[in-house]
């Protein structure tokens, strides 16, 4: 069974604090990574990463995968208090089934 | 980016009644739709899938016969929640699959809430 594991669950910074958030993977037949943003409402799509070591990055938000670890993180600098989200990973196997973790609450005060 | 809505964004329901969860791909055809459900501070749990044309495809513990899923075209795949009770009441959530050779992407819907009485 495919299994997705986030950490921390929760995380309070203060504005302006970088943040690092990890998630690691078992998923038979990898084919990829992906990492939303849920707010309010259903989750927006960050990220969708396939190949080792490849960073990609939207303005403050960055994401990187390692398939030797069969991890990735992803880094959001200078925070916000809109960056107040639960950020969750997910994986895809050959099955084209989407496997999520239990997310991150990540919380930035002023 | 791909659009999907769903319909309706909120419903409130009595127990032992049926909910119809609507969700449509508006800028693509979709084969492939995936319905999950997300209680309060947990994460999505994939319901099933569904597939244009044929039978969905449950996932362990998920009631087939409670949660009917039509996929009857490749722009519309409904969730019917039958004799809704309390514990129903949750966040359904759809989503389309646009498979690539070497990429997919996911795109989520807005989701339904659906509040049991």
């Known amino acids: 069974e495919d299994k997705v594991v986030q950490s921390p669950l929760s995380l309070v910074v203060h504005e302006g604090d970088t943040v690092t958030l990890n998630c690691s993977y078992e998923?038979?037949?990898?084919?990829?990574l992906l990492w939303y943003k849920q707010e309010k409402k259903a989750p927006t799509f960050l990220f969708m990463l396939?190949?080792?070591?490849i960073e990609k990055k939207s303005g403050r938000l960055s994401s990187i995968l390692d398939k030797k670890e069969l991890s990735s993180i992803l880094n959001i600098t200078a925070t916000q208090t809109g960056d107040s989200a639960i950020y969750l990973c997910a994986v895809r196997g050959s099955n084209y089934k989407l496997t999520f973790g239990k997310g991150t609450l990540l919380t930035v005060n002023p | 980016g791909a659009v999907v809505s769903q319909h309706p964004s909120r419903v409130i329901c009595k127990s032992g009644t049926s909910v119809k969860i609507e969700c449509r791909s508006l800028d693509f055809q979709a084969t492939t739709m995936f319905w999950y459900r997300q209680f309060p501070k947990q994460s999505l749990m994939l319901m099933a899938t569904?597939?244009?044309?044929?039978?969905?495809?449950?996932e362990q513990g998920v009631e087939k016969d409670k949660f009917l899923i039509n996929h009857a075209s490749l722009t519309l795949s409904t969730l019917t929640v039958t004799s809704a009770h309390p514990e129903d009441s949750s966040f359904y959530i759809c989503?389309?699959?646009?498979?690539?050779?070497?990429?997919?992407?996911?795109?989520f819907g807005p989701g339904t809430r659906l509040t049991v009485l």
């Open positions: 569904s597939n244009e044309g044929s039978k969905a495809t449950y």
């Open positions: 989503s389309v699959l646009l498979a690539g050779d070497l990429t997919d992407t996911q795109y």
């Open positions: 998923v038979t037949n990898f084919r990829s």
């Open positions: 396939t190949s080792s070591g």
